[in-house]
């Protein structure tokens, strides 16, 4: 991925974007029940390696303002691997499950030990349900419509 000015400017944007759809919301995108709009922004690596970096620091960024610090290091951590696999993802279905699975097994195991302080099976596997089914919410309710738009409009051809 070579450092170009329009890859730095959609890099910024999305970051940005994160953080502003992050805002509306803050009291529902925090905790086991989340409804963060912004990761529908996580599907944008599907188009772009520009957009890894962006939702990462978008979510960074929203965690430091929002939340905890073990939120800002394991929720970075979940995005950033999400992002990865959601660009190496061949088929526009297939990229939502990455988000889905990453948020839910990490951020279901930060928020159960944040609130358990212990590990115990069936209030973790809860945890990780919870977290996931919002993510799929999110991802594809929203997230894949969303893409849909943004393919059929032929926006994604900026994203290159």
């Known amino acids: 991925m070579k450092r170009t000015t329009k890859g730095l400017a959609i890099t910024g944007i999305i970051a940005a974007l994160y953080v502003v759809l992050t805002l ?5 995108a925090f905790g ?16 772009s390696p520009w957009a890894i970096p962006g939702v990462t620091i978008g979510c960074l ?19 950033l691997i999400a992002a990865y696999f959601t ?20 951020i279901g195991t930060m928020l159960a030990f944040m609130m358990l302080e ?4 069936l209030p973790w ?6 977290v996931a089914a919002s993510e799929f919410i999110v991802c594809f309710a929203l997230g894949v419509p969303f893409m849909r738009f943004f393919q059929k409009r032929k926006l994604d051809r900026y994203m290159k």
């Open 32 to 47: 086991p029940i989340q409804f963060r709009l912004a990761e529908l922004l996580t599907l944008l690596p599907f188009f």
């Open 61 to 79: 960024l929203s965690n430091l303002i929002f939340s905890t610090v073990w939120d800002a290091i394991f929720g970075t951590l979940a995005t």
């Open 118 to 121: 212990s590990f115990a099976l």
């Open 87 to 106: 660009y190496k993802s061949r088929h526009l279905l297939i990229a939502p499950l990455w988000p889905i699975l990453f948020n839910g097994l990490i």
């Open 125 to 130: 596997l809860m945890m990780v349900l919870e």
């Open 24 to 28: 509306p919301f803050g009291q529902f």
